[in-house]
C-alpha cells in the first residue's frame, strides 16, 4: 500500500517554515524521507525507525508517531536550496525490503 | 567513495528492441534495488537483490522485463522487447546489510522509446 503524503504542493517565501506528512495503513517499521530535485536522483534525508523517534539534520527534522503510523518532516526556515520534491518510503518488514514511496510533495522556495 | 554508477545516462530506441541498463552498487553493499520513476506512477519498485539473489520480483510488470545480478558489483535490467509506455526513469540503488539503513540511488537511466 502506498503511503499518502499531503500537502501535494506547497510554496514558501524564503525563511518560512513546512510541515510535510507521510501516512501508511499498514504498520510500518521505517520512513525514509528522499529529497529529488528536477533531473536528479533522489537524495538522501533521515531514516526513521519505529519507536517514534526524533531526528534532525541543520534546519531539517522529522518525526515518527508509531501510534498513528505518520511521519512528518519539518523544514525550518526555509532556504532556496530546499526546493524540490520530497518522498518518504515506507518498509514495513525489518530486514532491507524495497520501500514503498508516496507520490511526492512539491515544495518551492521564493526569495 | 564512489556512489551508484549507472549506466547509459540516456537511452533513446525504438519499440521492438531490445534495451540493457547497468549498475554498479556502491562496494560492501549486499543489497541492490530496481525502480522506476514516471509522472503517473511515481517510484516504484520493481526488483530487488540481496547477495546477488533476486528476493522480490513482484513489481516487474511484465515477462518482457528481466534483471540479473552475476556478482556483487554488476546487475543488469533488460527489456525485451520494449514499449513506448516503458519511457521512464530507471533508478538502480544499494544499502548494506544492516537494519535500519536507507538506499542510496544512482543518477539513473532516462529511457525513450519510440
Known amino acids: 500500500q502506498q503511503p499518502v503524503q499531503s500537502p501535494q504542493a506547497v510554496i514558501l517565501r524564503e525563511g518560512e517554515d513546512a510541515v510535510i506528512n507521510c501516512s501508511s495503513s499498514?504498520?510500518?517499521?521505517?520512513v525514509h524521507w528522499y529529497r529529488q530535485k528536477h533531473g536528479e536522483a533522489p537524495v538522501f534525508l533521515m531514516i526513521l525507525l519505529k519507536g517514534g523517534e526524533q531526528k534532525g539534520h541543520d534546519k531539517i527534522s522529522a518525526s515518527f508517531n508509531e501510534k498513528k503510523q505518520q511521519s512528518s518532516l519539518y523544514l525550518t526556515a526555509s532556504q532556496l536550496s530546499y526546493s524540490g520534491t520530497y518522498f518518504c518510503?515506507?518498509?514495513?518488514?525489518?530486514?532491507?525490503?524495497?520501500?514503498?514511496f508516496g507520490k511526492g510533495t512539491h515544495l518551492i522556495i521564493q526569495p | 567513495d564512489a556512489g551508484v554508477i549507472q549506466s547509459p545516462r540516456h537511452e533513446v530506441t525504438e519499440m521492438g528492441q531490445e534495451v540493457t541498463l547497468r549498475c554498479k552498487p556502491i562496494?560492501?553493499?549486499?543489497?541492490l534495488f530496481w525502480y522506476r520513476q514516471t509522472m503517473m506512477r511515481g517510484l516504484e519498485l520493481l526488483i530487488y537483490?540481496?547477495?546477488?539473489?533476486?528476493?522480490?520480483d513482484s513489481g516487474m510488470p511484465e515477462d518482457r522485463f528481466s534483471a540479473k545480478m552475476p556478482n556483487a558489483s554488476f546487475s543488469t535490467l533488460k527489456i525485451q522487447p520494449s514499449e513506448p509506455r516503458d519511457s521512464a526513469v530507471y533508478f538502480c540503488?544499494?544499502?548494506?546489510?544492516?537494519?535500519?539503513?536507507?538506499?542510496?540511488f544512482g543518477p539513473g537511466t532516462r529511457l525513450l522509446v519510440l
Open positions: 499498514k504498520a510500518l517499521y521505517s
Open positions: 537483490f540481496n547477495n546477488n539473489v533476486p528476493i522480490d
Open positions: 562496494s560492501g553493499h549486499d543489497y
Open positions: 540503488a544499494s544499502s548494506q546489510p544492516r537494519t535500519g539503513e536507507t538506499q542510496y
Open positions: 518510503g515506507t518498509e514495513i518488514g525489518g530486514g532491507a525490503d524495497g520501500l514503498t
